[in-house]
């Protein structure tokens, strides 16, 4: 298996994930997208969303590419 097909699903529930408000978004791991699919729809994302400097963190910019926050770090 390359890693294009690695599905992204947290591997257990976890109080250090759950302590950073990551939360399952799908109740099957099958459900997940895969690494290859997140790569490409954070690819055709890219210059298409506009970021906004993050309400939490200093010198961070997000944007949201299908309902997940992704930070940029300047």
Request: proline residues 4%; hydrophobic residues 30%.
């Amino acid at each position: 298996m390359g890693d294009d097909e690695v599905k992204l699903a947290p591997l257990t529930e976890s109080p250090l994930l759950q302590r950073e408000g990551v939360k399952r978004r799908f109740e099957k791991d099958e459900d997940a997208p895969s690494m290859g699919e997140w790569r490409k729809a954070r690819t055709s994302a890219y210059g298409q969303t506009a970021l906004r400097k993050s309400d939490k963190e200093e010198r961070i910019e997000e944007e949201i590419v299908t309902g997940v926050v992704v930070k940029h770090y300047n």
